[in-house]
């Protein structure tokens, strides 16, 4: 069993900043892409930022030159770091992750993590 547990998630006031990080765990053969997610009430689900398993990263528009996104690859562990938040940030922020498991190594599967609460003040 795969488990993806998010943490760093709180109330800050615009302008500050938070570092969210994932950990993945279980029976984990190969980690391959990580991902942030974020959902704002009455929204859909979108993608803030996403990392390769050799580092590549990409990130929404909204988020560039504020965010940054990392993985630790020896602790299977990825962190989103997030500077001069606004409050159009606040969002349940979720971790992604594409994984090939030990009890399924014919295929990738594609695994979410609880959200942790983002909430910006103004």
């Known amino acids: 069993q795969v488990q993806l547990v998010e943490s760093g998630g709180g109330l800050v006031q615009a302008g500050g900043s938070l570092k969210l990080s994932c950990v993945a765990s279980g029976s984990i053969f190969i980690l391959n892409a990580m991902a942030w997610y974020r959902q704002a009430p009455g929204k859909q689900r979108e993608l803030v930022a996403g990392v390769t398993a050799t580092g590549s990263t990409n990130y929404a528009d909204s988020v560039k030159g504020r965010f940054t996104i990392s993985r630790d690859n020896a602790k299977n562990t990825m962190y989103l770091q997030m500077n001069s938040l606004k409050p159009e940030d606040t969002a349940v922020y979720y971790c992604?992750?594409?994984?090939?498991?030990?009890?399924?190594?014919?295929?990738?599967?594609?695994?979410w993590g609880q959200g942790t609460q983002v909430t910006v003040s103004s």
């Open positions: 992604n992750a594409r994984i090939v498991a030990l009890t399924r190594l014919y295929d990738e599967g594609d695994y």
